[in-house]
């Protein structure tokens, strides 16, 4: 075993790692994706790479691509039961999140609307807007011209714009007080607070706890706050469901604001909000529990708050 091309590789994980789970939106498979590329790279003629860590992009991009064009992954995507896998704030494939194209590269209503994309356009936006690659280097990762890495670019942006405004983001501090302000009212019973929360255009997507076998997408600020009210609602069944009472905390979930909800320090479902303009503009609610995986992996090594929800 070569040492040196272990290290070597070590040193690029993390990054192939966060690469990978922006391109898939599903860290297991990123992880699958890290492990076919270190496969890949120990079985090179390394001394014909130049440049080891645009070898490694290379091919751990294309592996993702491939992985997209599958039968099995196009079935899953396209039945319409595919969402992201969300991840636990201070994980690691979250990085790099040092602009604000980056942080919202991994947020669930972007990961979702990635799939409203061809692959290679979507490694062109996820190379371009997350990592910042020049498109030069873009078409020579995926072995297109630079003049098409840029129309790719230009389409993607112009899809996921038409859906997605990005003015009005609020910052943390500011969207963790409406989040607040906004289970207050759902366990309430609020409906009109409910709603004034809300903007015009909210939408809320959820897996049904896992049961449905198609996302439910609810529209309209009166639906959505019937839809929250009813899953705040408390009842027997929904604690057999879940198995037990859970309390809720607050946190954060691919760089947004969520509610986390945990029995047993087990996260058995969580709600993420997009908020926007002081209201809330999105919410995405996943409780399947093979997409709450890695997120209970980083639980466990986590301390959480005081729950704003004891007793449900």
């Known amino acids: 075993m070569d040492e040196a091309a272990i290290e ?129 280097e873009i078409a020579e990762i995926l072995d297109i011209s630079s003049s098409a ?52 255009d909210v939408t809320a997507i959820s897996d049904g706890a896992g049961l449905a076998r198609r996302t439910l997408r609810y529209e309209t600020r009166e639906r959505v706050a019937t839809y929250v009210r009813a899953g705040f609602t408390p009842t027997p069944a929904k604690r057999r469901l879940a198995g037990g009472s859970p309390v809720f905390h607050l946190g954060r979930i691919n760089r947004s604001p969520a509610v986390i909800a945990v029995i047993d320090h087990r996260i058995v479902g969580i709600v993420t909000f997009d908020v926007r303009e002081g209201r809330i503009a999105a919410l995405h609610g996943i409780a399947a529990t093979d997409r709450l995986t890695r997120l209970n992996e980083t639980w466990r090594q986590h301390e959480p708050h005081t729950p704003v929800i004891n007793v449900w």
Request: glycine residues 2%; proline residues 4%; neutral net charge.
């Open 8 to 136: 070597r590789f070590e040193a690029s994980r993390a990054r192939l790692a966060s690469l990978a789970y922006r391109l898939l939106g599903s860290a297991a498979d990123a992880e699958d994706a890290v492990q076919d590329t270190f496969l890949r790279w120990l079985a090179a003629d390394r001394e014909r790479v130049d440049t080891p860590e645009a070898w490694l992009t290379k091919v751990i991009t294309h592996l993702c691509i491939d992985r997209l064009r599958s039968a099995r992954a196009r079935h899953e995507r396209t039945a319409g039961a595919w969402l992201p896998e969300p991840l636990l704030e201070g994980d690691p494939m979250l990085d790099p999140a040092d602009t604000f194209e980056q942080r919202e590269s991994v947020s669930l209503a972007v990961l979702t609307l990635l799939e409203h994309l061809s692959p290679v356009q979507r490694a062109v936006y996820v190379l371009r807007e997350a990592f910042s690659y020049p498109h030069a």
């Open 149 to 200: 890495s840029q129309q790719h670019a230009h389409r993607a942006r112009t899809r996921l714009t038409a859906e997605r405004r990005r003015d009005g983001q609020a910052d943390p501090a500011s969207a963790r007080r409406i989040v607040e302000e906004f289970i207050a009212a759902a366990t309430s019973g609020r409906t009109e607070r409910l709603v004034a929360l809300l903007t015009e």
